[in-house]
Nanobody, 123 residues
Framework: AQLVESGGGLVQPGGSLKLSCAAY????????IGWFRQAPGKEREGVSC????????SYADSVKGRFNISRDKAKNTVYLQMNNLKPEDTAVYYC?????????????????WGQGTQVTVSS
């Protein structure tokens, strides 16, 4: 499967963006999905993840209450809705997929990674 992220861009503090992680070549139905981000000069960190069954989702403390992860099986896509964005959310955001599961505290290895999409929060 190939994962392709989109939806990044430049937004002012307090604004919103919705990132998409679309899969090509395979269905995401059997995969857990995670969103990770990496800011310049910093290590990659987990942001949010969602189980295959959609029953379980988790968030990093820094984004709880502001970000929401969801999946649309019909579109074979996972979304990350980001609200009340802060300058510290600026990073390249990546999605990852794994048959065995994804945890935000574990950076890999995972079966598939996307190429990333840039999110910049600045006035």
């Amino acid at each position: 499967a190939q994962l392709v992220e989109s939806g990044g861009g430049l937004v002012q503090p307090g604004g919103s963006l919705k990132l998409s992680c679309a899969a090509y070549g395979s269905t995401l139905d059997f995969y857990a999905i995670g969103w990770f981000r990496q800011a310049p000069g910093k290590e990659r960190e987990g942001v949010s993840c969602i189980s295959r069954s959609v029953v379980q989702s988790s968030y990093a403390d820094s984004v709880k209450g502001r970000f929401n992860i969801s999946r649309d099986k019909a579109k074979n896509t996972v979304y990350l809705q980001m609200n009340n964005l802060k300058p510290e959310d600026t990073a390249v955001y990546y999605c990852a997929a794994d048959l065995a599961g994804v945890q935000i505290g574990v950076l890999g290895p995972y079966d598939y990674w996307g190429q990333g999409t840039q999110v910049t929060v600045s006035s």
